[in-house]
């Protein structure tokens, strides 16, 4: 006669399953309060909800030499702790990339404020997609997913602005990830199945 499993313990496998789906599931946890204060802070007022990190950008008299990321999330803006939301903006000289990368916590919504851009991602069976982007475009990057921004433009630059469904969304550089950890040469080489000498090619332009 087949064994059955328990009425009891099968319950607690189908809830067990059910609290594991929902993690997955979860971004930013809901919280219990309109907003949450920092330990070391007891009174806040209006300024603890105001961000003043973008103000360079209204006074930049240049365009930066390399791209460059100015970042509002909960580590820079104490106050997103807790409302599933933060901010980036995004300057891309003229030839420039924002190298492939991804998101674990959020997916992005980027808004193209001024230039182009040629932008792609790549999602779980390995399929590329690609667009050209102009000033006044939105495009999205789903949540974890491998992505990239590059600006072709060889005379101009361009502007973006990404909002994320996290106040942490994270970024996971791939290329910084693979050769700048000290994951062994030897196992990054029959992976990319090449050999150990270009790995440390790689390596060195990037510790370059």
Not at 4 to 17: A, F, G, N, Q, Y
Not at 33 to 45: E, K, M, R, T, Y
Not at 78 to 97: C, D, E
Not at 114 to 120: A, I, K
Request: hydrophobic share 45%; net charge neutral; charged share 10%.
């Amino acid at each position: 006669m087949a064994s059955r499993i328990p009425t009891m313990k099968l319950l607690s496998l189908v809830l067990s399953s059910f609290v594991i789906v929902q993690i997955a599931l979860a971004s930013d946890p809901d919280i219990l309060s309109d907003f949450l204060v920092p330990a070391n802070q007891n009174n806040v007022g209006g300024g603890f909800f105001t961000y003043t990190g973008m103000r360079v950008l209204v006074n930049q008299s240049t365009f930066p030499a390399n791209f460059t990321i100015l970042k509002a999330s909960m580590v820079e803006f104490p106050a997103l702790n807790g409302q599933s939301v933060s901010y980036a903006v995004l300057q891309y000289p003229a030839s420039s990339l924002n190298p492939p990368h991804t998101h674990p916590r959020a997916a992005e919504l980027l808004f193209l404020v001024d230039g182009s851009l040629e932008v792609g991602f790549v999602d779980t069976t390995n399929k590329l997609f690609t667009q050209s982007l102009q000033a006044g475009d939105m495009f999205i990057f789903p949540k974890g997913l491998v992505h990239y921004q590059y600006n072709a433009d060889p005379s101009n630059p361009a502007i973006a602005i990404s909002s994320f469904g996290s106040a942490n969304a994270g970024t996971v550089s791939l290329p910084k990830t693979l050769f700048a950890t000290n994951i062994d040469d030897t196992i990054l080489a029959k992976s990319f199945k090449t050999d150990v000498s270009t790995i440390q090619a790689l390596k060195a332009g990037l510790a370059s």
